[in-house]
């Protein structure tokens, strides 16, 4: 995937391919997870690949700006701060 990088002509692919990264992570530790027993914690991350997957879509039908995506992530990291 970081080979195809420098090929990538535009931001939005770039993004896109990062987030494709953070699904493929996900999806496999959560079924690492879910095969040690550890159901909870695969549940979770498994929800963490879905947010991931919706963000992607978002991007690729620019139905959300870099801008949005920012201002969101930073409102909610506030929230749980406070």
């Given at each position: 995937m970081?080979a ?40 979770t991350?498994?929800?963490?690949l ?7 879509l ?12 920012l201002?969101?992530?930073?409102a909610?990291?506030?929230k749980?701060a406070?």
């Amino acid at each position: 995937m970081s080979a195809l990088l420098p090929l990538a002509r535009a931001s939005r692919q770039i993004v896109v391919s990062q987030f494709f990264a953070r699904a493929l992570s996900h999806f496999e530790a959560g079924l690492l997870l879910a095969e040690s027993g550890m159901t909870i914690e695969s549940l979770t991350i498994s929800r963490g690949l879905l947010e991931t997957c919706f963000v992607m879509l978002a991007i690729a039908e620019n139905a959300v700006t870099f801008d949005e995506l920012l201002s969101h992530d930073n409102a909610m990291r506030l929230k749980h701060a406070n």
